[in-house]
């Protein structure tokens, strides 16, 4: 029967990897792929464990609680995440990012391609990397007439996005996942993996920055600030306070040590009280249009941005991580672990997380160029019993955050901006699939080097 799994994974796993080609969300083969497993787990009578992370082996336990055990860890995950969307979209309701706009000033390329690097790299780890990249390729949109030009920007904006997502426990998918798993603690994630991330904007924006396509000034005769525009009344404070408010979350577990759903759920709730607040306001002191009518339809800013929270996205975590923990509690992941880190051979230091290889977690980089960083990430908090902070989960968390800016398919970043700009496969992999290795490799060289020498002081 454990062949069977295997290649009921297998093959899922490549449905997802190949969603574009076979025109299926992926979020189907993930349901069924997390209720085909279980359901041969549970009619197969098969033995299920749980990692005991201290004696480094498996513990034997029933279905039902295990069943129980992994889906009290993914709906952390899953709430944190929606609570996140709700605050993204309650900005969005008042145009708060619009406010973004101001900051465009110049018409200079070169100095318009490290406005944009930067904005994305601070967005991205407040906000999700998704997020940040639909607000800054719409800004691109209206600032770069140019198409090919806009490409280069929209590319950039990708890597400075992932590389961004991948320091902060609140910037990325993956990063979230490790966090709340109690494999990273926030301040140590910011101290080893922010330097790594910055030199693997850095390098590749640099590189970019000296190109032919970034000498001169952007054509047009529009004066930028004009096209910035300015956002609503409210735009600015509430992007200040939704902002604000996702910072405070990790403060709040650092503070009270309860799960970081429960803090994403007060942020939400404050910021919808000011969004009541301000939209009544709003509403109240203009004259009625067609388009504020519409609005006032959705009832409240907090009605409305509910609905628009991304529930397929929201269904495939729920899949593919039930269904990783699926391989995790028949034992699967663990002795994988076990035979991988005693074939291939050690790169760096052997005390580091229990014989973990360096290239075992660059090979997880450049795997998530080609599969979804998110069962990459979920595998790996099943393969590796490693206590908190170990540099293995903050290289982790740097690797399946960058690496998949190498393929235009290999982020949620990558996709919403090749579908935003149309932007070809082959296009960025010659154009801008070599910058991102780079910068991802700089990167990965510069955590190696930090670490090395904080393990020898």
């Not at 920007?153 to 979230?176: E, H, K």
Request: glycine share 8%; proline share 3%.
């Amino acid at each position: 029967m454990e062949t069977i799994i295997i290649i009921l994974f297998v093959l899922g796993y490549l449905a997802i990897a190949i969603e574009h080609n076979l025109k299926i969300d992926k979020l189907i083969p993930a349901l069924v792929m997390m209720a085909a497993l279980w359901a041969i787990v549970a009619t197969s009578h098969m033995d299920v464990f749980e990692v005991n992370a201290e004696l480094k082996e498996l513990e034997a336990t029933d279905i039902q609680s295990i069943l129980l055990h992994h889906l009290g860890k993914t709906a952390e995950i899953l709430i944190f995440l929606m609570g996140a969307m709700a605050i993204v979209e309650i900005i969005d309701f008042f145009d708060g990012f619009g406010t973004i706009k101001k900051y465009i000033k110049t018409k200079n390329k070169r100095k318009l391609l490290y406005i944009f690097s930067i904005l994305a790299f601070i967005l991205s780890a407040i906000i999700d990397n998704l997020t940040t990249t639909i607000v800054l390729v719409t800004i691109v949109q209206k600032v770069v007439k140019d198409r090919q030009l806009r490409l280069w920007f929209a590319g950039i904006v990708v890597i400075a996005a992932n590389a961004g997502g991948a320091w902060s426990p609140i910037g990325d998918v993956t990063t979230t996942m490790l966090w709340i798993g109690n494999k990273v603690t926030t301040l140590a994630l910011i101290e080893h993996v922010l330097i790594p991330s910055i030199a693997c904007v850095a390098i590749p924006t640099f590189i970019a920055s000296r190109l032919p396509i970034f000498k001169g000034e952007i054509e047009g005769e529009e004066d930028l600030e004009e096209v910035a525009g300015s956002s609503s009344k409210y735009g600015p404070t509430m992007l200040y306070l939704g902002l604000g408010f996702i910072i405070f979350v990790p403060i709040f577990k650092t503070v009270t040590h309860l799960p970081p759903y429960v803090g994403m759920m007060l942020s939400l709730a404050l910021v919808a009280t000011f969004a009541e607040i301000f939209s009544r306001k709003k509403f109240a002191l203009t004259t009625f249009t067609q388009d504020d009518e519409n609005q006032v339809a959705y009832h409240s800013p907090l009605h409305h941005s509910l609905g628009r929270i991304e529930m397929p996205s929201i269904l495939f975590f729920l899949g593919i991580l039930m269904a990783v923990a699926a391989l995790e509690s028949l034992g699967m992941l663990f002795h994988f672990a076990e035979t991988l880190s005693n074939s291939i051979p050690m790169l760096g230091t052997e005390s580091v997380g229990e014989k973990v290889s360096d290239l075992v977690i660059i090979i997880l980089g450049f795997a998530s160029a080609v599969i979804d960083n998110v069962p990459l990430v979920a595998a790996s908090m099943g393969m590796f019993s490693i206590s908190i902070d170990d540099p293995v989960w903050h290289f982790i968390a740097y690797s399946a955050g960058t690496g998949g800016s190498m393929l235009i398919i290999g982020s949620a970043a990558g996709v919403v901006a090749m579908g935003m700009e149309k932007i070809d496969f082959f296009w960025y992999l010659k154009k801008i699939g070599w910058l991102a290795m780079i910068g991802f490799l700089s990167g990965s060289v510069v955590f190696i080097l930090m670490r090395n020498l904080v393990l020898n002081a």
